[in-house]
């Protein structure tokens, strides 16, 4: 009786939330719709936190009370705006200090590409570098004609400075011990729990990572500034320091509030009153539209682990990349005769090398068949996430994308110590010799330990040999670019792990050449999966919640999808929980 009351209920709300989003659909389009936009208008962007690469999979908290945009979505919107004769100009937000270096250069090549077209773009900010180990929210704003800064805030830029804690003596004192290895020396993810400090390799890898994206970052400013490279090293290695000095160095352009920073804007677009935010562009009819061929665009964004998604709770907001949905993705735009090319975006820093594996089989069939893949980088594509971009034709990743860490690692806790110090005897009965060697209760055997060391040799030949062959890279050079080490873009591509510098509108234009598409002719980027299995995963997750294993397939309207669409209530891909610790192998 529970189980049909608690079904009856789910059912109610799956009709219940097809009903909203009919009276959506009949507002969007009846009388209640919005007004057309002005002929004539300055669009309007709040960056005061960075788009993420992929948005909220949480259809209510994510969809209905939040924003919904990616980085994509806003990108997109940028590059149109820049051709829609109606938009005069950009006013920006700034304010997020710890964003993504390769997110801030994504939307800084799409801001360049607004003002290459003849119009202006004006920034505001309370403060810059509040946090003072970080930058992005200077960098983007150095891409913008004018920046304002708070006569009350202040200018903290003080460079990138990465902080890890290391437990290993902390653990030691409470008698847990971490168990694993790692394939190489520079494979740092695991050192956390089996060292007490940084390592020697470690150091000079991150360090040398750190100095590629500082100096990236001094290098596009000094440009953008018209100031000299040494001249901003001075500056903010001089920071934190107040608005006007700011102003004196040539740092920013005028010190004011937001109010006076509005005033300029409507001194530069003359006539123009008209300030529309990025959502209420987005939903208009008018703005121009692609169409054409087709380009499918495929994410891997968070952690890479096995099995299908859709294992969460309704709410929850997990970014997880599923392999088996990244390879269904990647056989859906294979099979359809209309998608001329694929690109894979990747923003993933690993996962399990079964999955990442997948996914790069999957590229390489995608090929086979005569689809082109141009991987994309975001902010990170590393160990796993450089696996399942290898195969692809080319590899296109930002100048700060962090990526490679070709290297291995498996850790898992053994508290044995601690339970006996507790008073807690565990006893193991099993079958086979090696059964419970991953335990959190009994350490390992030295001849389970030789096993571990096997197969994390096994893992690291495999990935190597996968690298080596995808990427042309044999012997000091494939050594050189692995062992766990971890690269800027600038430096992947040095090393041979990367093709291309750039952003997502160069591999679409890469994508556009190698599948003998014009490049002024227009083309519509789909994304997979497509939206009607993200409905559906929607009703199977309500029903799941509800005890019952599928929900009917259930396809809502057109209008009512076009709808949820343009309001951003479109539902990602279903959660997944990471798997259980013990062994986590990346």
């Known amino acids: 009786m529970w189980r049909f009351i608690v079904g009856l209920l789910a059912t109610v709300g799956v009709l219940t939330l097809i009903a909203v989003g009919g009276g959506i659909a009949l507002i969007a389009s009846g009388p209640f719709s919005p007004a057309p936009l002005p002929r004539s208008m300055v669009l309007s962007l709040d960056l005061r936190s960075v788009p993420p690469e992929a948005a909220s999979s949480d259809l209510l908290l994510g969809r209905l009370f939040g924003s919904s945009r990616d980085l994509v979505d806003v990108v997109q919107l940028l590059w149109q705006a820049a051709d829609d004769p109606r938009v005069v100009g950009l006013y920006v937000e700034i304010g997020d200090d710890q964003a993504g270096l390769a997110r801030v250069q994504e939307l800084r090549q799409a801001i360049a590409n607004f003002r290459g ?3 202006f773009a004006v920034g505001f900010a309370e403060s810059l570098g509040g946090s003072g180990s970080h930058l992005g929210d200077y960098y983007l704003a150095s891409a913008l004609e004018q920046i304002w ?27 847990v011990l971490v168990e694993g290895g790692k394939r190489y020396e520079y494979k740092s993810a695991p050192d956390s729990f089996l060292e007490t400090g940084y390592t020697g390799p470690a150091r000079e890898n991150l360090q040398q990572l750190l100095d590629s994206l500082f100096g990236q970052v001094v290098t596009d400013v000094a440009r953008d500034r018209r100031l000299e490279p040494a001249q901003v090293r001075r500056l903010i290695n001089s920071a934190p320091f107040d608005p006007e000095r700011a102003h004196q160095e040539g740092l920013i352009d005028r010190i004011g509030y937001r109010g006076d920073a509005l005033e300029e804007v409507w001194q530069r677009a003359g006539s123009t009153r008209d300030l529309v935010s990025l959502s209420d562009y987005a939903g208009d009819d008018m703005r121009p539209k692609p169409s054409g061929d087709v380009i499918a665009l495929i994410r891997v964004s968070g952690p890479i682990v096995s099995g299908p998604s859709g294992d969460g709770g309704l709410l929850e907001d997990d970014v997880v990349a599923t392999a088996e949905d990244v390879v269904e993705a990647l056989e859906q735009a294979t099979r359809a005769k209309d998608v001329r090319a694929i690109v894979l975006r990747v923003d993933s820093p690993g996962g399990t090398y079964p999955a990442a594996d997948a996914i790069a089989d999957a590229v390489g069939r995608a090929r086979a068949a005569g689809k082109p893949v141009i991987a994309s980088m975001s902010d990170v594509a590393a160990s796993g996430g450089y696996l399942a971009a290898v195969r692809a034709d080319v590899i296109v990743a930002q100048p700060t994308t962090i990526t490679a860490s070709i290297g291995v690692f498996t850790i898992w806790p053994v508290a044995s110590e601690l339970l006996s110090s507790l008073g807690i005897k565990v006893e193991r009965i099993s079958i086979g010799t090696n059964a419970g060697m991953y ?35 044999e012997g000091g050079r494939l050594d050189a670019a692995a062992r766990g080490r971890v690269f800027s873009g600038v430096d992947a591509k040095r090393a041979g792990l990367v093709d291309e510098l750039g952003g997502l509108q160069l591999a679409l234009s890469i994508a556009k050449a190698k599948a003998g598409i014009g490049e002024t002719r227009q083309v519509e980027i789909r994304r997979y999966p497509d939206e009607h299995d993200r409905w559906q995963r929607v009703l199977d997750r309500l029903f799941r919640l509800a005890g019952v294993n599928a929900a009917p397939t259930v396809r809502a309207p057109r209008e009512v999808r076009d709808a949820l669409a343009r309001m951003g209530i479109v539902a990602r891909p279903g959660n997944v929980r990471l798997p259980p610790l013990p062994p986590l192998w990346r």
């Open 117 to 119: 077209k003849g119009k």
């Open 149 to 175: 800064l708070q006569p009350s805030g202040g200018f903290a830029v003080t460079g990138i400075a990465v902080e890890t804690p290391f437990l290993k003596g902390a653990l030691d004192k409470f008698g």
């Open 439 to 473: 335990s959190s209760f009994q350490p390992p055997t030295t001849a389970q330990r030789a096993i571990v060391a096997r197969e994390l040799d096994v893992v690291y030949r495999e990935f190597t040999r996968q690298v080596g062959e995808a990427r042309n890279l």
